[in-house]
């Protein structure tokens, strides 16, 4: 039986905090943890208030203040904790504050490994998030993603522990190249870079790992 920890990423924005948090407060379903790096008097109030009712609540069992560093350092420590919690979690998953999940999003998400699985696919990571131009294959309901980005995705163990072990920047020409070898398609020809050559943030770069390590990367369409 699967066995889930989904950590909330916050700064500031608080307006944003407000509404996006209401979905992820099903303890019912899966534990939360909250990572908060606010810097204004604002949202750090903000965050202590929803910490401490929270906790009251057992709506989250871990919460951390004062994450420093940036988002690639927020989710570095995001995936760390929750990986090495004594809960010893099958999955680990990230929802950044700026991203409104809808009704029935976690159900509907975790399906998505078995649903892979049923196709012949290995399944790294699932999210309820789907741009159109990171969609590598179209299939019914789904698609297999050559990009899912930080801000809500779901990892297995294995794949959050991937994530980690080759956690680093990386360059459009990498991306392209591993998934024309893999599809024969060049991404180039939809994607938002189109034909540019230059260096891709981290969140560019865990897709490109799980694939090179037979793992999909797949999302809900719509989103």
């Known amino acids: 039986m699967s066995k889930v920890a989904i950590g909330f990423l916050t700064k500031d924005r608080v307006e944003l905090s407000r509404s996006s948090i209401e979905p992820l407060l099903q303890p019912d379903k899966f534990d939360r943890f909250c990572f908060d790096g606010s810097t204004t008097n604002e949202g750090r109030s903000f965050f202590e208030r929803m910490a401490v009712k929270s906790i009251i609540d057992a709506k989250f069992i871990r919460a951390y203040t004062n994450v ?17 919690s004594t809960e010893d979690y099958t999955h680990v998953g990230l929802c950044e504050n700026d991203v409104l999940v809808g009704a029935g999003w976690f159900e509907a998400t975790m399906a998505l490994f078995a649903r892979g699985q049923q196709e012949g696919l290995e399944v790294g990571a699932v999210s309820a998030r789907c741009y ?3 969609v590598l294959v179209q299939r019914d309901g789904y698609a297999l993603m050559h990009n899912l980005g930080w801000g809500q995705v779901i990892f297995t163990r294995h794949a959050a522990a991937l994530t980690l072990q080759y956690f680093r920047t990386g360059h459009t020409a990498e991306n392209r190249r591993l998934f024309a070898q893999l599809t024969g398609k060049d991404i180039g020809a939809w994607w938002a870079f189109r034909g540019s050559y230059h260096q891709t943030c981290a969140d560019w770069q865990f897709d490109k790992v799980l694939a090179q390590h037979g793992l999909a990367s797949l999302a809900l369409t719509p989103a």
Do not use: P
């Open 68 to 84: 420093r560093g940036g988002a690639d350092a927020a989710v570095v420590f995001a995936l760390t904790t929750m990986l090495n």
């Open 132 to 134: 159109e131009d990171r």
